[in-house]
């Protein structure tokens, strides 16, 4: 949520550089961009409203800088407006922020006589950075007396005017790392996947990095702080061996990232059938063998796939499997017990709401493990027990396709390890099917599929029983999502209780009917759509198709036949292909969805 990248470099200009690494960022949110520059003119900043691009088409030609740092944003205090655009700047202090300060009003009122310019909470920041480099005149000091002050959660990078080669960075909560490329270039980012660099350091809380040039040379070098202890001490840091490649933010010959990922799941899943087979998810299976039920906590998508967890753990391994959403899992006093495993699925691993969630598990004494798409992620640094990866490797598309289904890999992967210890034979019958997921998932690419759009449809139901249930849940948050046409999932048999109100010859409803040991029920649930003048969209197999004869009202896509394991996965992409389309006939971004952004940073 909101995207920061700074840029030292020993070349005399990373304006270029720096809007590259900036729209690598965009998917973190896009309201608004700004940039500030420490150039030959002194502190100079630019902002624009929208995309990175609208930025890169008002920056002056000869702007140039060897130092800067830029930020794309997801408004959270204060519109999407250029006022409220990052870097907030008082003419001294530029800062880019990721995070909230909570205390801003306590803050404002030790600053009476400033007259604010912006309605966010970073403004408080610039200010109190300012009035204490006119005391101290070391703007060290006064980032260290302004991160003081501060109550809530931030990711900084600070310019000073009177300090023309240096660059600050701060943080607490929101992930900030610093990298280094081979050609000298020294990065701060909130998002080092997508950063070209050979070597990266994740910050800590409360630890600060200082860029500085060399004297006498062209180069800047790194090094560290910390405040901890209210203190200011040079710490050690040990770079590390980033594994980035350019081709990761590269669309390639793809029209955008949704499509890009969406193709990549066969070797995303073929990642966690091969984990499976090399062990790794043996530890966590057998620390599941103790346990009497597992807790999954995550958000949105996440959420759904936990869900679809859910069903595998009780069905497969008679495992009791409670899954909730973050946000209320916090504040309604749970019972963890004693015996149980909690997950944490995310794919960012950096959702204020889950994280939120592991500080309430870890007040109880659970014991829990995190399965997310970033290893360097706060989540993955917390986890008490299991860390499990993801491996989609960076996903760019604001609106998850790839990290969806690689979280319903690990977990089936989980609880087909688990049955390996219970019950072998039937963990080979489930291991069979889901080895046959990426060529089924290729054979699901090959087709088409198209929403009818009926004008002035008020809504759209998505259906499903079982598994599909779940399904059906994601699959109407995609509509969502890219579309923004509302759309609602709910478990088949529950239609009759109170949504079928809303049949009409104007509805549209997908239904979502694998020809498995529910198929005639989900087949009802068609047929009172039809009967009411309802028109149907019908996922199913060709077993399905041959008994579904009713062709009036309705539009079947014929789906590879698959079995329990298996059918998650097809008739996922069946739901994420279907919005992919709908966005294109409607000429909405994909990957870009308004208000959304990648990582959600604030509860
Ligand atoms: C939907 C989507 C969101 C995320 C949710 C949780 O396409 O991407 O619903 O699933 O914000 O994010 P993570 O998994 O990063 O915790």
Known sequence: MCGIVAIASPRTNIVESLLDALTALEYRGYDSAGLALLSPRGLVRHRAVGKVKNLRDTLPALEAAPIGMAHTRWAVMGAATEANAHPQFDGETAVVHNGI??????????????????????????????????????????????????????????????????????????????????????????????????????????????????????????????????????????????????????????????????????????????????????????????????NIIACGSSFYAGLIGKYWL?????????????????????VITKNSLTLFISQSGETLDTLKAMEVVRAEQGDFAVITNVLQSTMAKAATRHLLDLGAGPELSVVSTKAFTAQLAVLIGVVIQYLKFKDPRAADILQEDFERVPGLLSQVMGQNYH??????????????????????????????????????????????????????????????????????????????????????????????????????????????????????FVYSLGMQALAYDAAGGLGCDPDRPRNLAKSVTVE
């Open 451 to 568: 929403l009818p759009l009926i004008p002035n449809a008020s809504s759209i139901l998505y259906l499903g029983r079982g598994i599909c249930y779940p399904i059906a849940l994601e699959g109407a948050l995609k509509l969502k999502e890219t579309t923004y046409i509302h759309a609602e999932g709910y478990p088949g048999g529950e239609m009759k209780h109170g949504p079928i109100a809303l049949i009409d010859a104007r509805a549209v409803s997908v239904i979502l009917a694998p020809h498995n040991e529910l198929f005639n029920k989900i087949v009802s649930n068609a047929h009172e759509v039809i009967a009411r003048g309802g028109h149907v969209v019908f996922f199913t197999d060709a077993a399905g198709n041959a008994e579904f004869t009713q062709r009036a009202n309705s539009t079947a896509y014929v789906m590879p036949s698959s079995g329990p394991v298996s059918e998650a």
């Open 101 to 294: 300060i909570e205390n801003v009003g306590e803050l404002k009122s030790m600053l009476p006589d400033i007259i604010w310019e912006s309605q966010t909470d970073t403004e408080v920041v610039v200010h109190l950075v300012s009035s204490f480099v006119r005391k101290e005149r070391d703007l060290l000091a006064a980032i260290k007396s302004t991160v003081q002050l501060l109550k809530g959660t931030f990711a900084l990078v600070i310019l000073h005017k009177d300090f023309p080669d240096m660059l600050v960075a701060t943080k607490r909560i929101n992930p900030l790392s610093v990298g280094k490329s081979n050609t000298g270039d020294l990065f701060v980012t909130s998002d080092i996947a997508v950063i070209p660099v050979e070597q990266y350091i994740d910050l800590e809380d409360d630890d600060v990095c200082v860029m500085r040039k060399r004297v006498g040379e062209g180069d800047f070098f790194a090094e560290f702080y910390t405040f901890r202890h209210n203190k200011l001490e040079k710490i050690e840091k040990t770079w590390k061996d980033a594994n980035q490649t350019a081709t990761v933010t590269s669309i390639g010959d793809y029209k955008n990232f949704t499509i890009k990922e969406i193709h990549e799941q066969p070797n995303v899943i073929q990642k966690s059938i091969n984990a499976l087979n090399r062990g790794d998810y043996i530890p966590i299976a057998q620390e599941m063998m103790n346990k009497s039920a597992i």
């Open 314 to 334: 009780e069905r497969f391994g008679r495992l009791l499997t409670n899954v909730e959403i973050s946000s209320e899992f916090n504040y309604r006093y749970p």
